[in-house]
């Protein structure tokens, strides 16, 4: 599990200057996830 969630992360890093739509649209379902699974282990 945590290393899927590692390369998630790598994939958004890697993928950040791109502007194609298709991606922007599947990296707005991803960052809510993230955001969520990563928070408590920020607190």
């Known amino acids: 599990m945590e290393t899927g969630d ?3 992360l790598k994939i958004l890093k890697g ?3 791109l502007s ?3 991606f922007n649209a ?3 379902e991803i960052i809510p996830i ?3 699974k990563f928070l408590p ?3």
Do not use: K, V
Request: hydrophobic share 30%.
């Open 6 to 8: 590692i390369h998630l």
């Open 15 to 17: 993928h950040r200057g």
């Open 20 to 22: 194609s739509s298709r």
């Open 26 to 28: 599947h990296r707005l």
């Open 34 to 36: 993230a955001t969520y």
């Open 41 to 43: 282990q920020i607190e």
